[in-house]
């Protein structure tokens, strides 16, 4: 099984994790399930960019991000090349380390 590698990030997870998950999952659905709570005002069908998150290594070890997910990247905060939306990057057998932006542009969270 893969391991997600989650720098700190204040709020979300202040001392950083590690956390496993099967392939064929995606990183939010993983982060939720080990009590990482990322933002996804959209329940996880690529229509918002509250569960943007940076990866730092293993980006390539995912699957490809396709047209609708690019176009709504455009609109996340602090936006990089290895921008991803968590609910839309489906893991493989690789491990990968993510950053969780410190902002969204959510402007009400949302308690799921």
């Given at each position: 099984m893969p391991v997600i590698k989650v720098l700190p990030h204040p709020e979300y997870c202040?001392?950083?994790?590690?956390?496993?998950?099967p392939a064929g999952t995606s990183i939010c659905e993983a982060l939720l399930e080990n009590k990482i709570n990322i933002e996804h005002a959209c329940d996880m069908s690529c229509a918002c960019t509250t569960c943007h998150v940076v990866v730092r290594e293993g980006l390539e070890s995912l699957n490809e991000a396709e047209e609708e997910e690019e176009?709504?990247?455009d609109r996340a905060w602090g936006?990089?090349?290895?921008?991803?939306l968590?609910?839309?990057?489906?893991?493989a057998g690789k491990d990968v380390t993510v950053e969780i932006?410190?902002?969204s542009i959510n402007h009400a969270k949302e308690n799921h």
């Open positions: 202040p001392e950083g994790a590690e956390i496993t998950a176009d709504l990247l936006l990089e090349p290895q921008s991803r968590s609910c839309q990057a489906i893991l932006p410190k902002y």
